[in-house]
């Protein structure tokens, strides 16, 4: 028998929606994390509220990597209907636990897997009096199991369930009866694996936060001064919203006894983008949250804000395709439709994290960007950032003045004036494409203008005439080329004499990390850059200038961003061999390196 | 040339007005905007602190034509209601108002529009309803009566929404029609609606003299004149002024506003109480059994919250907030970093 690997360990567990594991994965996940031991958890839901299948993965990395696992280590068998899979899931020499006293114990026939079994239904019955939440309890059985096999101590999951459920001893007191249960069942069989062992790391996960993108982008756009918040409620997004409703209250300080924000669930995506519009052009801190079917709906609104140039703010948790099926499944395939939204000639702004603490800053940072460039933003999430637990360190606010562009008050008004100066609202004053803005209440006789979409001059004057469009569409690009030097630069990781480079953003930078760790220890050493923000800077050119052969790992079928690399420079977008993972599930390294590997091979000269 | 007569903020009705108008020559939807205009006179309304929203369509253009000092936004088509929300919630202080058309609210904007009336948002929301797509040339809209044939001779045959009726059932808290032929009695229910904190929605029939003035319409100048159906006369009374000269109890009643001034409604027929929901959405029914146009203050419901204020927004404008106001101390978020290392 191999000797079990030090915290390296990867289980999967399969059960309901609806029945309660979710509950139960919490506390084992933050079990291990209070172990200090590096972890991460996968949850692969449905788009269904009770019954259908779930798996939810959790994995301890010595190593520290947070993306999924290629293998599973362990199964957590408590699905009856996905057993028959589930069963040749696991890897060879794999674990299996299942609760022996249903009918599924007759199905299990795959060799190469040990198997452990315990009596979950029976041993819930005799502890948990008969009830709705009975079945549930059921859940916490495999939570005591797990820890006894791999070493989770008892004192730990108590300490978990105090920090979860502080106030509700009772509640404390029925989850631990039926987690001990399982810790002792096991305990009494003698039951032993080989497989992995889980041992504390003092101080290992001292200072680190657990958190999801959603709410890490919540905390960050009301430390961004987010004012105005309409929104309609869509996976994966809605758990965004949700944050700030429960963070406004509890973070702005009341301003005459009376808040400081407004939180608007919108009739539909047409509407919240509307009232972003409609608050960005009065001047307030606006945005909204949504995925991609919100996006195509919002679409005639985010044109009009980008002619009419009124700061708004998008965040996007990308997920599947459209309808039903995929939407609570990973994605990053709304790059093409984020960045070329609406009708006319458009191109927009897109921050793209990567992390927690990034969600959180660009998330804050949206709305200078907004303001100094007078633009829709996009902040470019997905679900498996948004709504994965993810550990992190704690979030970080830089402190910086608000960003508020080129707003003219009245006093700037009547300084103007003096100086001969004339506001005019659609004119490159400054030779940098972006243009004075004033907002209405603004009491400066000259503050006021008309605001129309694509039908105006300079001085926001009705017009259809040709070299007035041509002018608002020229200033409009020349305003974009501005925000290129301005948008948060790639993080680059590079060393001298590498020849090979890979390429990727968001959600894809914890894979591509473990990836280059697995590439470098067979032998393909390699440098990397994560892009976080359209439209691309001159860092993005010269690292593709710099390698000979260059990888760009994205989550969508079509390429999305390596299309808008071509786009800009053909010549060096020609070096980009594309790795696109689009299954839905968040991306794993062994996906990276095999496709990297692939196209390696593909890609060597032929010897006769 | 004797001295232009001002108002209480020393403005003429001259500084009320807008550019040129580019309507049909004839078009009812001036008329509107010449009331419109009278109307922010006659209150004594600070024009820069009116905000002007509108659709797509005819009727949306016609907000460049009154107020050129207010800021104006002529959005996109049929979400002016939305785009007028958002503005609302960024500075309630300001004081909005909307024109649209029956296909930018009935059909396009029909469901913004409604959810706009359920949240009770503090707009003056005038529609200029001709039963017909201007800016398209000539389509039936969603407020074409059953039997109305179109210029070419189609005859519609899908019954009308009746937008002074949804709107009551809505929630809209201030529900008046009229016709842009009838100045005296459109511009002081339009100072009403003004002076009203909520939802004013304002449904004028404004013939299009271009694509259905013709024999068979039933929105041309000549059929809605002789179809209108009065419920009162009324008059508007500023808070300032003295009242009791046009008040003659029994027959007239009066509604107070929630700036202090007064609609005087005098009784043309029956009793009439704009309160009485149930006796509002009657009156509309049997109006349109009758083939008629029912026109005046329809409904009103002085005891609604408007957005702003069910949501509690504080006194300043969300917009004019500092960082100061908006972002939380660190130390907030150093205890909610150390809520998340549980």
Known sequence: MDTPLINDLNICVATENGSGSASSNNILFKAIFKMGIPCSSKNMFPSNIQGLPTWYQIRASADGYLSRKDVIDVMVMFNDSTAAKDIYRVRDGGLILYDDSTALAANLKRDGVQYVGFPANKLVAKLVPASPIRAKQRNMVYVGALAYLFGIDMSVIKAVLEDTFGKKPAVIESNLICIDAGYQYCKEQNFKQNIARLEPIPNGNKGKIITEGNT????????????????????????????????????????????????????????????????????????????????????????????????????????????????????????????????????????????????????????????????????????????????????????????????????????????????????????????????????????????????????????????????????????????????????????????????????????????????????????????????????????????????????????????????????????????????????????????????????????? | MADAKVNRLNLTEKDYDGAPSTMCRGCGHDAISASVQRAYFENSIDPRKVVKLSGIGCSSKTPAYFLSQSFGFNAVHGRMSAVATGANLANHTLLPIGVSGDGDTSAIGLGNFCHMMRRNINITYIIENNGVYGLTKGQFSAT?????????????????????????????????????????????????????????????ISPCVTFNNHEGSTKSLKYVKGHLDPIHDLDFVPPYENIEADYEEGTDHQVEMHDGSRIILHKLGKDYDPTNRAQAIQAIHGSIAEGKFLTGLIYYNPNRKEFAEELNLCDMALAELTQDDLQPPLEALERINADMMK
Request: aromatic residues 8%.
């Open chain 1, 216 to 608: 890490a982008a919540a905390l960050g756009a009301i430390y961004g001064g987010a004012s105005v918040i309409c929104w309609y409620p869509i996976t994966p997004s809605s758990s965004l919203a949700e944050a700030m409703e429960y963070y406004l209250p509890r973070l702005r300080k009341p301003k005459d006894g009376k808040k400081t924000y407004a939180i608007v669930q919108a009739e539909d995506e047409i509407a919240s983008a509307g009232m972003i519009v409609g608050a960005g052009w009065a001047g307030a801190r606006a945005m909204t949250s949504t995925s991609g079917p919100g996006v195509s709906l919002m679409n005639e609104s985010i044109g009009l804000a980008y002619f009419a140039e009124i700061p708004s703010v998008f965040f996007i948790i990308q997920r599947g395709g459209p309808s039903t099926g995929l939407p609570t499944r990973t994605q990053q395939s709304d790059i093409s439709l984020m960045y070329g939204a609406s009708h006319g000639d458009t191109r927009h702004l897109m921050l793209i994290p990567h992390d927690m603490n990034s969600c959180f800053d660009l998330a804050r940072q949206s709305f200078n960007f907004a303001d100094r460039f007078q633009t829709p933003v996009f902040v470019a999430m997905d679900l498996d950032l948004g709504m994965n637990l993810w550990p992190s360190e704690p979030l970080k606010l830089h402190q910086e003045p608000f960003d508020l562009g080129k707003r003219l008050t009245a006093q700037d008004l009547e300084e103007w004036t003096k100086a001969g100066k004339k506001f005019r609202r659609y004119f490159d004053q400054d030779g940098d494409g972006i243009p004075y803005r004033t907002v209405p209440g603004n009491q400066n006789r000259m503050a006021s203008y008309f605001t129309r979409g694509s039908g105006h001059d300079a001085d926001a004057r009705y017009s259809e005439d040709e070299h007035d469009y041509k002018y608002i569409l020229d200033r409009l690009r020349k305003k974009f080329e501005t925000a290129r030097k301005f948008v948060p630069k790639p993080i680059v990781e590079k060393e001298r004499g590498v020849k090979t480079g890979i390429i990727c953003y968001g959600s894809s930078y914890e894979p591509v990390r473990e990836a280059r760790d697995r590439l470098k220890a067979r032998g393909l050493k390699t440098n990397h850059l994560l892009i976080r923000a359209l439209p691309l800077t001159s860092e993005v050119m010269d690292f593709l200038a710099e390698h000979e052969t260059i990888y760009l790992v994205e989550q969508n079928r079509d390429a999305q961003m390596a299309a808008i690399i071509k786009d800009e420079n053909p010549e060096l977008g020609a070096k980009i061999v594309s790795v696109l993972i689009y299954n839905g599930l968040p991306t794993t390294a062994g996906e990276v390196v095999a496709q990297i590997f692939d196209a390696a091979q593909s890609a060597q000269p032929k010897t006769a």
């Open chain 2, 144 to 204: 074409a009566d059953v039997g109305s044939v179109m210029k070419g001779g189609k005859v519609n045959d899908i019954p009308a929404i009746d937008l002074a009726e949804l709107a009551i059932t809505l929630g809209a808290t201030y529900v008046a029609r009229s016709f842009s032929g009838d100045r005296k009695q459109l511009t002081p229910l339009v100072q009403g609606a003004l002076s009203h904190k909520g939802s004013a929605i304002l449904d004028v």
